[in-house]
């Protein structure tokens, strides 16, 4: 099944897209296998493991499934001083 998911890219992501946000088409049966399709399409640096995933607005897990109509963010580490 096909879902339209928003997605939203942060700090180095975004950097590495070249977008902040994107709509998807995707047949991803789990988050984490979106991220692993855009990760390959973008070049994407960090591994799932090293990021939090959110999903309209609240930390989701990665097997679970991106829903039509979502706002997907993918949130890398964030480093300080």
């Known amino acids: 099944m096909m879902a339209r ?13 070249g977008v902040a946000e994107d709509t998807v088409e995707t047949a991803a049966t789990s988050l984490r ?3 692993d399709g855009l990760r390959e399409r973008h070049g ?7 990021l939090r995933v959110a999903v309209d ?7 679970d499934a991106p829903a039509d109509g979502s706002e997907v963010a993918f949130i890398p580490p964030v480093s300080g001083g």
Do not use: Q
């Not at 998911?5 to 897209?17: E, H, I, K």
């Not at 994407?44 to 090293?50: M, T």
């Open 44 to 50: 994407f640096a960090l591994p799932a493991e090293r």
């Open 5 to 17: 998911v928003t997605v939203l890219y942060f700090a180095s992501l975004r950097d590495a897209a």
């Open 57 to 63: 607005g609240a930390f989701a897990r990665w097997d």
């Open 33 to 35: 296998a979106l991220y």
